[in-house]
């Protein structure tokens, strides 16, 4: 009863609508608790369960006490799960890779070679997401192509003083030449920019192709702000696409991938992603009935089937002749 009261006047003080729960030690006692927690609530709050690997690590890091200086382990590894439910890709990359509990034997490997694929994965994960440059930590920017832990701490300093406005500011960094912002530039997003293609994959030395297309078909970069462009693919297709390309001085490939950052500029190809699961009935087998349709999370897989989390006390079995 003490702990909810302590939980009531924590949602209630900081209008919490998302709890996030650590899979680890207690997670499902956790569960049951806070499900039965949000009944008593006159808000509405759902929890979720988010992966805790590496929190731990992450918390006895210099770069949690560098972070959070004055907080204990335990304060920081409960940020860092709070914050996976929010960013994951932000969070997950401050772990170090071999912490991440990528299977059993991954010890059985040469450790040299297993940093290096796990780091090539995660640089893989990063500039395909691509990263807010006015908001990403340097730990995130040293993962950007053509940055490293050195530049990536210039960014953070430069962006203290005022926020970027543009790509080209990036030049204006101490230690961050050409070559390194001709890697980088296209990996980098800055939402509220001047020019709506800094928000987009669309490399600088390819904007001049980027708004000869959109002059050419009667576009403005407000119509691409306001994402009314869908019409563009189709013109493009009736005119012939090698044509354009060549009209644009471009390669077909290039050509493509314009069009696709036009259509939806700003998106995060994670949208496309299902969301987490967001929980705040089901809690034991009572609450389940016949009939329904339930989302969960595949914890484990056997040759006779998936074993999988729906919230209540065991992990459901899905046989393989179900699948």
């Known amino acids: 009863?003490?702990?909810?009261?302590?939980?009531?006047?924590?949602?209630?003080?900081?209008?919490?609508?998302?709890?996030?729960?650590?899979?680890?030690?207690?997670?499902?006692?956790?569960?049951?608790?806070?499900?039965?927690?949000?009944?008593?609530?006159?808000?509405?709050?759902?929890?979720?369960?988010?992966?805790?690997?590496?929190?731990?690590?992450?918390?006895?890091?210099?770069?949690?006490?560098?972070?959070?200086?004055?907080?204990?382990?335990?304060?920081?590894s409960a940020i860092s799960i709070a914050r996976r439910l929010l960013d994951p890709l932000a969070e997950l990359i401050k772990v170090d890779?071999?912490?991440?509990?990528?299977g059993q034997y991954q010890h059985d490997m040469p450790q040299k070679r297993l940093v290096s694929s796990l780091t090539?994965?995660?640089?893989d994960c990063v500039n395909s997401v691509g990263v807010d440059l006015n908001t990403a930590s340097y730990s995130l920017l040293a993962y950007v192509s053509g940055l490293n832990q050195g530049t990536a701490k210039n960014i953070v300093a430069y962006r203290s003083n005022k926020p970027f406005r543009s790509r080209r500011e990036l030049l204006d960094v101490p230690?961050?030449?050409?070559?390194?912002?001709?890697?980088?530039?296209?990996?980098?997003?800055?939402?509220?920019?001047?020019?709506?293609?800094?928000?987009?994959?669309?490399?600088?030395?390819s904007y001049a192709a980027a708004k000869k297309l959109i002059e050419k078909f009667g576009y403005t970069e407000a119509d691409v702000k306001a994402c009314k462009l869908a019409e563009l693919p189709a013109r493009i297709a009736a005119e012939g696409e090698d044509k354009v390309a060549e009209?644009?001085?471009?390669?077909?490939?290039?050509?493509?991938?314009i069009v696709t950052e036009l259509l939806k500029p700003?998106?995060?190809?994670?949208d496309s992603l299902p969301p987490p699961v967001l929980r705040s009935d089901l809690m034991d087998?009572?609450?389940?009935?016949?009939?329904?349709?339930i989302a969960g999370v595949v914890r484990n897989v056997t040759d006779f089937g998936a074993f999988v989390d729906i919230s209540v006390h065991q992990d459901g079995l899905l046989h393989i002749s179900e699948i």
Do not use: W
Request: net charge negative; charged share 25%.
């Open 120 to 123: 090539a994965a995660v640089e």
């Open 266 to 270: 700003g998106r995060d190809v994670r």
């Open 285 to 293: 087998m009572n609450d389940l009935k016949e009939g329904m349709q």
């Open 1 to 76: 009863e003490e702990s909810k009261a302590t939980l009531k006047a924590l949602i209630n003080k900081y209008g919490v609508d998302c709890i996030s729960i650590g899979n680890g030690t207690a997670s499902k006692e956790s569960e049951i608790f806070v499900a039965a927690l949000i009944k008593e609530l006159d808000r509405p709050v759902s929890y979720a369960v988010v992966s805790e690997s590496g929190a731990s690590v992450y918390s006895g890091s210099p770069l949690a006490a560098e972070e959070f200086p004055d907080l204990d382990l335990t304060f920081r």
């Open 247 to 257: 009209e644009i001085g471009v390669g077909v490939p290039t050509l493509n991938d």
């Open 97 to 102: 890779v071999r912490s991440l509990g990528v």
């Open 175 to 205: 230690k961050l030449g050409a070559k390194a912002f001709e890697q980088c530039a296209g990996f980098l997003r800055i939402p509220d920019a001047e020019n709506v293609l800094d928000n987009t994959a669309v490399h600088p030395e």
